[in-house]
Every structure is written in structure tokens, then in C-alpha cells.
């Protein structure tokens, strides 16, 4: 299992910027970040594979959100920026420790942390 810790969620308003930060406790093959709003179901954001940096990115942040990573601190990071009235959700980092395919699928995740909200407001 990969503990994972996420921070930096909070309010802004609309055409702000957030960071959120997950913390890592383990080796991972690959990293994404989720958010769901109340009555949603779960929404793939961004993913990155740890080893190549390669990211994908859902076509409503494209442009607007940057995922990355400090693997000397285990920690993945999502920029948020020109933040928009609908990105308010809780926002999950997640991720799949060995070898697999890295959908922005929330199935295809093994560990997850707890949550961090975003509000945006207008």
C-alpha cells in the first residue's frame, strides 16, 4: 500500500490559482488526480507516470492545470490556474505502485488519499 496525503485545497475566486501537493509514502508507477463534486460521480483530472513524466490531462483542464512532480520529496503537485466556478469539488490524489495501465479511470486505482476541497467562487 502507498500512503498518500493531500494538501493545498482551499477558496478562491474565479480566475485564481491553487496548488495542491500529495504527499507519498512509497514507490509508485503511476500518479493521478481525481475530483468530485456533490452529486458527481468521481472525475479523472490529470495523470503522470513517475518514471517519464509523461502526462494526460482531462480535456476540461487542459491548458488551465499542470501536473508534476518532486520525486526527491515523493510528493505530486497539480497547479490549478484560471480557476472556473465549475472546478469546486473534492480533489483525490491516487495511485498505481507497479506496472499497469494508468487511465484517468478511477477504477484502475489502488490507493487513494482522503481529500482536499476546492471552492471557487464567482
Do not use: H
Not at 2 to 18: D, R
Not at 69 to 82: E, H, I, P
Not at 93 to 122: D, E, F, H, K, M
Request: proline share 4%.
Amino acid at each position: 500500500q502507498v500512503q498518500l496525503v493531500e494538501s493545498g485545497g482551499g477558496s478562491v475566486q474565479a480566475g485564481g490559482s491553487l496548488r495542491l501537493s500529495c504527499a507519498a509514502s512509497g514507490n509508485t508507477y503511476c500518479m493521478a488526480w481525481f475530483r468530485q463534486a456533490p452529486g458527481k460521480e468521481r472525475e479523472g483530472v490529470a495523470r503522470i507516470y513517475t518514471g517519464s513524466g509523461n502526462a494526460r490531462y482531462s480535456d476540461s483542464v487542459k491548458g488551465r492545470f499542470t501536473i508534476s512532480q518532486d520525486n526527491a520529496k515523493s510528493t505530486l503537485y497539480l497547479q490549478m490556474n484560471s480557476l472556473k466556478p465549475e472546478d469546486p469539488a473534492m480533489y483525490y490524489c491516487a495511485a498505481i505502485r507497479s506496472t499497469g495501465y494508468c487511465p484517468l479511470v478511477p477504477t484502475n486505482y489502488q490507493n487513494w488519499g482522503q481529500g482536499t476541497q476546492v471552492t471557487v467562487s464567482s
